[in-house]
T-cell receptor, first 117, second 118 residues
Framework: GAGVSQSPRYKVAKRGQDVALRCDPI?????LFWYQQALGQGPEFLTY????????KSGLPSDRFFAERPEGSVSTLKIQRTQQEDSAVYLC???????????????FGPGTRLTVL | AQKITQTQPGMFVQEKEAVTLDCTYD???????LFWYKQPSSGEMIFLIY??????QNATEGRYSLNFQKARKSANLVISASQLGDSAMYFC???????????????FGTGTQLKVEL
């Protein structure tokens, strides 16, 4: 079946511009995660949704970052007034189970590479 | 303190040989899970193997096995019979606190770049 998809795959933004990154999780997956991966680093957690509820947004680096999943499926990560330090790959992941499962394998999308000039 | 430590920035292995990628972790939780992911140059994260903190046996998935030493807090990945297609970045990750409401995010290490040579 189809995996997690993300769009756009590449985004170049001028500093100060707003961007919106889209994630389509695997159908039926309850949990959705956003991670930020800087060059040469491991992914870092941004936020987590269980269905449409945003249960953890502790990793969002500033109030310029906003995520939503209004109908419990597709999610959008929005970054306002982008800055150069926002340049990274933004990864979306989904999992079938909710947070109470110890296993809870996360399936990742291909990522969106954001470059802020 | 780092939650996940991968001390090998880069590793080389010859084709058909086995290689061990190191991972140590830090948690005070009794219930946690350890994951290994592979990230080829194309960028997608591919799940390889999982070990739960209460699992008594080391996890195995095909050519991948996890050498879990709980007392040492280490979860090394062993790849047997390396193939050229194994060349990629490998990340160790941990999920903790899943009985206390905080257990959904993965915490990743900095990764090990593996290069398989002929």
């Amino acid at each position: 079946g189809a995996g997690v998809s993300q769009s756009p795959r590449y985004k170049v933004a001028k500093r100060g511009q707003d961007v919106a990154l889209r994630c389509d999780p695997i159908s039926g997956h309850v949990s959705l995660f956003w991670y930020q991966q800087a060059l040469g680093q491991g992914p870092e957690f941004l936020t987590y949704f269980q269905n449409e509820a945003q249960l953890d947004k502790s990793g969002l680096p500033s109030d310029r970052f906003f995520a939503e999943r209004p109908e419990g499926s597709v999610s959008t990560l929005k970054i306002q007034r982008t800055q150069q330090e926002d340049s990274a790959v933004y990864l979306c992941a989904s999992s079938y189970r909710d947070g109470r499962s110890s296993y809870n394998e996360q399936f990742f999308g291909p990522g969106t590479r954001l470059t802020v000039l | 303190a780092q939650k996940i430590t991968q001390t090998q920035p880069g590793m080389f292995v010859q084709e058909k040989e086995a290689v061990t990628l190191d991972c140590t972790y830090d948690t005070s939780d009794q219930s946690y899970g350890l994951f290994w992911y592979k990230q080829p140059s194309s960028g997608e994260m591919i799940f390889l193997i999982y070990q739960g903190s209460y699992d008594e046996q080391n996890a195995t998935e095909g050519r991948y096995s996890l050498n879990f030493q709980k007392a040492r807090k280490s979860a090394n990945l062993v790849i047997s019979a390396s193939q050229l297609g194994d060349s990629a970045m490998y990340f160790c990750a941990m999920r903790e606190g899943f009985f206390t409401g905080g257990g959904n995010k993965l915490t990743f290490g900095t990764g090990t770049q593996l290069k398989v040579e002929l």
